[in-house]
């Protein structure tokens, strides 16, 4: 979750924000925005949905069969993704039912 999900929005962000001129990168080194690597980092973001809402499919959680931290992070990377105007649609059922079910449950609000 971390790695195609996060990172993907964080490669999406960084290479195409305003505010993120010069800081493609974390660090102390300024390093310029590639828009090729923003335009791989929605790509890359829409792959990760696509996939999570397959995973999803039958399943109440993402992994062991109960709430767990791979379902906070993916919360937060499919929230997240919003930052650069990818949200899940109709053609994720499962990962839509499932984010509604994170919604619900209070330690979520």
Do not use: C
């Amino acid at each position: 979750v971390e790695f195609e999900g996060l990172m993907a929005v964080a490669e999406a962000l960084r290479n195409s924000s305003p505010a993120m001129v010069d800081r493609a990168l974390p660090g102390p080194v300024n390093y310029a925005q590639i828009p090729a690597l923003a335009e791989r980092g929605v790509q890359r973001l829409k792959h990760f949905l696509d996939e999570l809402n397959i995973h999803l499919e039958g399943r109440e959680f993402i992994a062991a069969g109960q709430f767990s931290i791979a379902d906070i992070t993916a919360v937060v990377a499919v929230d997240f993704a919003r930052v650069v105007k990818v949200r899940p649609g109709d053609e994720h059922p499962h990962l839509l039912r499932w984010r509604a079910a994170m919604e619900a449950r209070g330690t979520m609000a």
